[in-house]
């Protein structure tokens, strides 16, 4: 199988899973027992923190909780954006937004008691960062921005957004979803979005376990959980530790810190942009939403008009080549991309788009294989194919 | 390490890891994608549901929604409950619930709109079932009680209340954390427990992977995700599908059905009965709490009193045998167990008592060797270990 499909889940390193086998059989302990401290469970998961934090570029006195994953992790932070605007307060958010952020955000607003204002996307892929400025007041007490979208690797104008919002309503919680862009890009937060409070994540993006993700809480911002019992992690999310997948996404982090240390990021670009130069020449009409903006290097959303993306996707998966037609989420729906859509592309051009998204390890050679196999199907084309 | 703290966690079957492995490494895809789908991930899911419904006795109609474990099915299944009983309605739950449960009622009890009554427990180590009898009206709302206790192993009365809860208040929602029960005795919710609608259950406690459990839901009756997003799981559970997992679940699912036909449950049983009597000869002032009552095979929650139970667990860990004083979550705590308390012993018992819960594959010798290691350390006794 070519593997194209990273940002709906990457293969663990192989290191990720000889940690969780060790975890699973000599060291299965639970981490809140006496045996379990004795055996050092506790420096574990302490570890895999410190990894999470020095991928992502935040501060040791951040705290890293352990969650299920992103989704979880959005839902616990708009829960508590949405408790902190009640009232007189109102939460701002992007339509481009993770369905985890939008429809946990829809679902307060249907109940009533917040008001949400949803920024619009530009034809780049970007939120409309003018609109979000023209917006902002000192009400303003909860916003969730994505980091780096996930259809079309847009990287969005989070910092511009974040530092506007922290001076015209300094205390208002700011959540970003991070989970395309950590482990694939050099971040620091520290540096660059000092003002961004919560920021979600998960481990099966970046070559780690799935079931494993978390939420970095910053700031020294104080929040409730949303899964209460047993008092693990401070008391902020409860539930008996998955050591395991921590020490899977402990190594995962490690590794892609290397990675990103070694710039493989650029090398990763370089077989994606070689990719979009092919592509395009083979399909002159062929489309590629986001080109201009600042992107993730790994990803490319792209259409050839006249194709249907189903079909396509589909007769390259019989042939090994796994892509997809979007958001992981929504693979099975027949829609085709709404953010496309809200980009201001017409039917016809989301019907036809298909989102490559390679790993540290892909090849130029199998992204050319890809522009092949494509151009095989389009000739030997039937109806199916083209509409 | 003799492991006898198998009510805290227990170790995967070695099959659990090996399936594990091979949805990390050449079946890792996104259960959603379109390769995923030809693949047969969804089949393998489905083949999961089918192995808990039988480990369970649920109907085929029933629903298993897979979570990161019991802590969150708790908290989804309480704040379902809650939000059915808001306005006029009322909670029933009981002085032993796990803290995933307690707390959660505790948290919506103090944010107002919701009456909670606490059930309190015998010197059994059952809740009272003539307090509940008396209690039920057709006010209730939503009743959550434990099926057996993490800490005594006492298997509760919940089919007599299940019946005539909802004989008294038909539209009931009842709640059950099956964690403890489900892998260790043979049950039936289909014969016996028909009233029961939601169901908690975690993986790790039998022999399957840490970050997988459930709530199987009943009786069709609906219920809202806690957990929003991507439409996983018929829209009930979003977040992308823990495969590797599921995988493992299901395997420990099919496992622990084939131990418990072969009444593997019964010489456990008589593995622990010897441990009693052993210990009972040696400390003929020891305490067994729960023993009069039906409880777990595999669990003995018993205290030699005049020592210090955490003392004696600390010093049995560096001994390389594990036991527990009680409830995992609350391990790291000074406290004795609340339970234990509530059941009426005094702080000197309750500050005696430890935990053994042992597994399909612990054998007499083991537990006659922790009887022996009891003696030796309690012979050597300096103030430390008697108070």
Same mark, same amino acid.
Do not use: Y
């Given at each position: 199988m070519i593997y194209l499909d990273n940002n709906a889940t990457t293969k663990p390193f192989p290191e990720v899973v000889e940690a969780m086998t060790e975890f699973m059989t000599s060291r299965f302990w639970n981490a809140s027992s006496a045996y379990g401290q004795l055996d050092g469970l506790e420096e574990v998961v302490e570890s895999a923190k410190a990894a999470i934090r020095r991928l992502s570029g935040v501060a040791p006195e951040d705290e890293v909780i352990f969650t299920s994953g992103a989704t979880e992790s959005n839902a616990w932070a708009v829960?508590?954006?949405?408790?902190?605007?009640?009232? #007189?307060?109102?939460?701002? !958010? !992007?339509?481009?937004? +993770?369905?985890?952020?939008?429809?946990?955000?829809?679902?307060?607003?249907?109940?009533?008691?917040?008001?949400?204002?949803?920024?619009?996307?530009?034809?780049?892929?970007?939120?409309?960062?003018?609109? =979000?400025? $023209?917006?902002?007041? #000192?009400?303003?007490?909860?916003? @969730?921005?994505?980091?780096?979208?996930?259809?079309?690797?847009?990287?969005?104008? =989070?910092? &511009?957004?974040?530092? $506007?919002?922290?001076?015209? @309503?300094?205390?208002?919680?700011?959540?970003?979803? $991070?989970?395309?862009?950590?482990?694939?890009?050099?971040? #620091?937060? !520290?540096?660059?979005?000092? &003002?961004?409070? =919560?920021?979600? /994540? #998960?481990?099966?993006? /970046? +070559?780690?376990p799935k079931g494993t993700g978390g939420l970095i809480i910053r700031n020294r911002v104080l929040i409730q959980p949303m899964i209460r019992g047993g008092g693990q992690q401070n008391d902020l999310r409860s539930g008996t530790l998955n050591v395991p997948a921590i020490a899977g996404i402990s190594v995962a982090a490690d590794k892609c810190w290397e990675l990103l240390q070694k710039k493989r990021h650029e090398s990763v670009r370089a077989v994606r942009d070689h990719f979009e130069e092919r592509i395009c020449s083979f399909f002159t009409d062929a489309l590629i939403l986001g080109r201009q903006a600042p992107r993730l290097p790994n990803t490319s959303f792209f259409g050839i008009p006249g194709t249907d993306a189903d079909d396509l996707v589909l007769a390259l998966a019989a042939k090994e080549i796994a892509v997809s037609k979007g958001s992981a989420c929504s693979a099975q729906s027949i829609e085709p991309s709404k953010t496309a859509s809200l980009m201001g592309y017409n039917y016809d051009e989301t019907s036809s788009l298909i989102r490559l998204s390679a790993s540290n390890s892909t090849t130029s050679d199998e992204v050319c294989l890809l522009v092949d196999k494509l151009q095989e199907l389009c000739a030997n084309a039937t109806s199916v194919v083209w509409t």
């Open positions: 829960t508590e954006g949405v408790r902190k605007a009640m009232g #007189s307060g109102w939460v701002l !958010s !992007s339509q481009i937004e +993770h369905p985890s952020v939008r429809e946990t955000l829809e679902h307060f607003q249907e109940q009533g008691g917040v008001a949400v204002r949803w920024i619009p996307v530009t034809r780049d892929g970007a939120f409309d960062l003018g609109e =979000l400025m $023209a917006l902002i007041d #000192s009400n303003l007490r909860f916003v @969730s921005l994505v980091f780096a979208h996930n259809e079309t690797g847009v990287i969005q104008p =989070l910092r &511009e957004a974040a530092a $506007a919002i922290r001076e015209r @309503s300094p205390g208002c919680l700011i959540h970003t979803d $991070a989970t395309q862009a950590i482990g694939k890009i050099p971040i #620091s937060f !520290s540096n660059d979005l000092s &003002e961004v409070d =919560l920021i979600s /994540f #998960s481990g099966h993006k /970046f +070559h780690g």
